[in-house]
């Protein structure tokens, strides 16, 4: 049924349409998705992309400040101990570890 349906479709596209869809998608593929998880295996930033690195370093897009994370632990850690789950000199202990990390 799917042959059939393409097939048919195909009769009333033009052949150089398809070739001219069959070299987009290789381009596609071969300059711009394989070069751009090449470099995310090597931790790199692509080379068409290094303009948004340097827009964030300049601070045009501002980032989350590192305090959420420690923050949100330090209100998770609490609310355990309000719930009872974990007794005053763990959550004492913890608290004291925690603000060594940060």
């Keep these: 049924m799917g ?12 052949q150089h349409v398809v070739f001219l869809f069959l070299a987009i998608c290789c381009v596609g593929f071969f300059g711009i998705y394989i070069p751009y998880n090449e470099s995310k295996k090597k931790g790199e930033v692509w080379k068409p992309l290094r303009w948004l ?4 370093s300049l601070g045009v897009r501002k980032e ?8 949100r632990r330090l ?9 009872g789950i974990i007794s005053e000199e763990e959550y004492k202990q913890r608290r004291r570890r925690m603000e060594k990390e940060l």
Aim: charged share 25%; glycine share 6%; hydrophobic share 40%.
């Design 64 to 71: 989350k400040p590192a305090s959420t994370g420690g923050r």
């Design 3 to 14: 042959s059939m349906v393409m097939s048919t479709f195909m009769m009333f596209v033009p």
């Design 75 to 83: 209100d998770q850690l609490e609310r355990l101990r309000e719930a």
């Design 53 to 56: 690195k340097r827009m964030t």
